[in-house]
């Protein structure tokens, strides 16, 4: 069993930058692929980026969005920069199995963009 808590969400006018946390109940990193995903009112969860062996990011947040990990702290990280209007959403952190692809999801933590 793995928990995963993320925090850092709030709100944020555009251009601003928030950055969020991911920690997990244990060290998961070799076995588990780390992601944060999104999802905004009426729209479908969507992948914003993950990381394992590579990472990869949603065309939307290419150049904004940074995903890293500290290893020694269990924790995941989505630094966001130049926010707007459409990356409000709640995120989700997700730990996938690499070879069961079981995943686990956080509670998800609300991101509000706006003037």
């Known amino acids: 069993q793995v928990q995963l808590v993320e925090s850092g969400g709030g709100l944020v006018q555009p251009g601003g930058s928030l950055r969020l946390s991911c920690v997990a109940s244990?060290?998961?990193?070799?076995?588990?692929?780390m992601g944060w995903y999104r999802q905004a009112p009426g729209k479908q969860r969507e992948l914003v980026a993950a990381?394992?062996?590579?990472?990869n990011y949603a065309d939307s947040v290419k150049g904004r969005f940074t995903i890293s990990r500290d290893t020694a702290k269990n924790t995941v990280y989505l630094q966001m920069n130049s926010l707007k209007f459409e990356d409000t959403a709640v995120y989700y952190c997700?730990?996938?199995?690499?070879?069961?692809?079981?995943?686990?999801w956080g509670q998800g933590t609300q991101v509000t963009v706006s003037s």
């Open positions: 997700n730990a996938r199995h690499r070879v069961t692809y079981y995943n686990y």
């Open positions: 244990r060290n998961i990193f070799s076995t588990y692929v």
């Open positions: 990381r394992g062996d590579s990472t």
